[in-house]
C-alpha cells in the first residue's frame, strides 16, 4: 500500500495553555455528546464535543468547556471512571490524574460547583504488569527485549490485546499465546513515545514519536497494512486518545487540540 503524504489535522481546538495529556472517555456519556479531558501545567478541563462524522447538523467540530479543575502541577496522564455520564440527575464526571509530583488525584464533578477491571501496570524496565484489584497480586505479566518502554494500551475491542511501544519500535500481544510479542516493527526513527489502540477497531491503534524539529509525528497503523495508514504531525505534540466511536484519534500541544479523522 503506498504511505500517504503527512496530512494536517482535521480539526482543531484552542487551549489556554500547552497541552500534556488528552483523554477521550471510553465510556457512553448518556448523551451524543462525547466527553473529552486536556491537562496542561496547572489545570484539567473537561469538555464535551460532537463531530461531523457523526451528526450531519454539525459544521466540523462542536465543542464546549465544561468544567476547568484547577492542579497546581503538571498533568501526565488522565483515565476516566465508567461513572461519568451526562444524562445523570445531576450530570456526574469522576476521572484520576497522575501528576508530575507522583502523586494520584480523583476528581469528581455534577458540573455545578464500581469498575472491577484488572489493573495494568507499564514498567520501563520493558515489563507489562496486570494486577488483582482486590489482592493486589500481579496475575500476568508481559516482556518485550527493548527498552525504556515508554506507553502500552489494552485493546477494548479485544482484552486479549496488548500493544506498547519501546525504543524505535512498537509491540503486539496475544495474551493467550506468549508473554512474548507476537509482533514487532520499527516505527519511529527518532524514538516511539505514545501508543493508543482505537476503540471502534481492535486492528487500528496509532503511535507518535518525540518532538523533532519543533513537530511530534502522529502515525495511524492498520494491522493488515505494512505502512501506516495516515501520517499527522502537530507542533510539539503531547497526548494520544481515540474517540469512542468514531475512527478518529486527537493530540494536545501548543495552546491547541488536534484532531485528525482516519478513513479506512
Same mark, same amino acid.
Given at each position: 500500500?503506498?504511505? #500517504? ?10 487551549? #489556554? ?8 472517555? *471510553? ?31 454539525? #459544521?466540523?467540530?462542536?465543542? @464546549?468547556? !465544561? ?5 497546581? /502541577? !503538571? /498533568? ?13 440527575? *445531576? *450530570? ?10 507522583? @502523586? ?6 455534577? %458540573?455545578?460547583?464500581k469498575d472491577e477491571c484488572k489493573v495494568m501496570v507499564a514498567e520501563k524496565n520493558g515489563t507489562i504488569r496486570f494486577y488483582d484489584r482486590v489482592t ?7 516482556t518485550t527485549d527493548q527498552t525504556p518502554l515508554m506507553s502500552a494500551s489494552w485493546c477494548l475491542k479485544n482484552t486479549f490485546k496488548v500493544g506498547a ?15 512474548? *510479542?507476537?509482533?514487532? !516493527? ?6 516511539? !513515545?505514545? %501508543? ?16 523533532? @524539529? ?12 505494512p505502512q501506516p495508514i495516515l501520517i499527522g504531525s502537530a507542533p510539539v505534540g503531547s497526548g494520544l486518545t481515540w474517540h469512542r466511536t468514531l475512527s ?17
Open positions: 500500500m503506498k504511505q #500517504e503524504a503527512s496530512r494536517s489535522a482535521s480539526y482543531t481546538v484552542e487551549c #489556554e495553555e500547552y497541552v500534556h495529556v488528552v483523554e477521550f472517555s *471510553p465510556f457512553e456519556s448518556g448523551t451524543a455528546e462525547s466527553l473529552i479531558a486536556y491537562g496542561g501545567n496547572n489545570y484539567v478541563v473537561v469538555g464535551t464535543c460532537k463531530f461531523q462524522e457523526e451528526d450531519a447538523e454539525v #459544521e466540523g467540530i462542536q465543542y @464546549k468547556t !465544561r468544567r476547568v479543575f484547577h492542579h497546581g /502541577i !503538571r /498533568i501526565d496522564a488522565i483515565v476516566w471512571s465508567p461513572e461519568s455520564r451526562l444524562d445523570a440527575l *445531576p *450530570p456526574q464526571i469522576r476521572f484520576c490524574t497522575a501528576g508530575a509530583d507522583r @502523586k494520584l488525584r480523583l476528581f469528581t464533578s455534577d %458540573f455545578q460547583d493486589h497480586q500481579a496475575v500476568l505479566s508481559l511501544v519501546a525504543g524505535s519500535d512498537w509491540f503486539i500481544w496475544d495474551i493467550t499465546r506468549s508473554s512474548y *510479542p507476537l509482533d514487532k !516493527r520499527p516505527v519511529h526513527a527518532d524514538r516511539a !513515545r505514545l %501508543f493508543r489502540w482505537s476503540r471502534v477497531n481492535e486492528n487500528l491503534f496509532a503511535t507518535t514519536g518525540y518532538p523533532g @524539529k519543533m513537530t511530534s509525528q502522529l502515525l495511524v497503523h492498520h494491522l493488515g497494512h478518529l484519534c486527537a493530540m494536545g500541544g501548543d495552546h491547541k487540540l488536534f484532531f485528525w479523522v482516519t478513513e479506512l
